[in-house]
């Protein structure tokens, strides 16, 4: 079966608190994506990995951190410097191969829920 | 950056009914425009794309068209059926930079009256 997995579906954590989200991949993609959703708005990019060993900042990377060891997987860290982690986090990914288009799979997310 | 902006928040249509959602996009170099669906709890689920040298795009029930001139694009649903309520998001991207990562709208709401 191949796809996009997730784990926990459901998180919390104490304030303070650093936390790993996982992200694993079977379809041999080479991109690999971490998105934040808060309730009634649209998906924002977190971090993108597009080769081994190699990530980028998206639009809202502070207080997250990331690793890209290996090229199934994926996971994000959230870090006490993340003011606001309360939110669904959502991992994606999709195909570098040329004259494929950006078609980007998701994952069935995390719920992250600080106390 | 790229900015997508979706319209509107909220629809709500009778069964049988068509619904039109419409988003703009900033950035003209944009040259791909997916549509996600996503069900309470899931992830979004890619349901139909249109690249920029084609105008329309159809697969069933679904419909995509683009204006590149006026940098809008629309998803059209015709005959909705129950299962089609859930949230609908669009997104842009130009896969020729560097970036490649999907830039979302806000998400449209669409709930379908039995």
């Known amino acids: 079966d191949g796809g996009i997995t997730q784990s926990p579906k459901y998180l919390f954590r104490k304030e303070g608190q650093n936390v790993t989200l996982s992200c694993e991949q079977n379809?041999?993609?080479?991109?690999m994506y971490w998105y934040r959703q808060d309730p009634g708005q649209g998906l924002r990019l977190i971090y993108y990995?597009?080769?081994?060993?190699?990530?980028q900042k998206g639009d809202i990377a502070e207080g997250y951190s990331v690793s890209r060891e290996k090229k199934e997987s994926f996971p994000l860290t959230v870090t006490s410097a993340q003011k606001n982690p309360t939110a669904f986090y959502l991992c994606?990914?999709?195909?570098?191969?040329?004259?494929?288009?950006?078609?980007?799979?998701f994952g069935p997310g995390t719920r992250l829920t600080v106390l | 950056g790229e900015n997508v902006e979706q319209h509107p928040s909220t629809l709500s249509v009778q069964e049988g009914d068509s619904a039109v959602i419409k988003c703009t996009y900033s950035d003209s170099a944009s040259n791909y425009f997916p549509w996600y669906k996503q069900e309470l709890g899931k992830g979004p689920q890619l349901i139909i794309d249109i690249r920029s040298n084609v105008g329309e795009k159809k697969d069933q029930r679904i419909a995509v068209t683009l204006n590149k001139t006026a940098k809008h694009f629309s998803l059209h649903i015709t005959e909705t059926q129950p299962e089609d309520s859930a949230v609908y998001f669009c997104?842009?991207?130009?896969?020729?930079?560097?970036?490649?990562?999907?830039?979302f709208g806000s998400g449209t709401r669409l709930q379908v009256q039995p």
């Open positions: 990995s597009q080769i081994v060993n190699d990530f």
């Open positions: 379809l041999n993609h080479d991109a």
């Open positions: 997104a842009a991207s130009n896969p020729d930079t560097g970036r490649r990562a999907l830039t």
């Open positions: 994606a990914s999709s195909s570098l191969s040329k004259g494929m288009y950006n078609e980007q799979f």
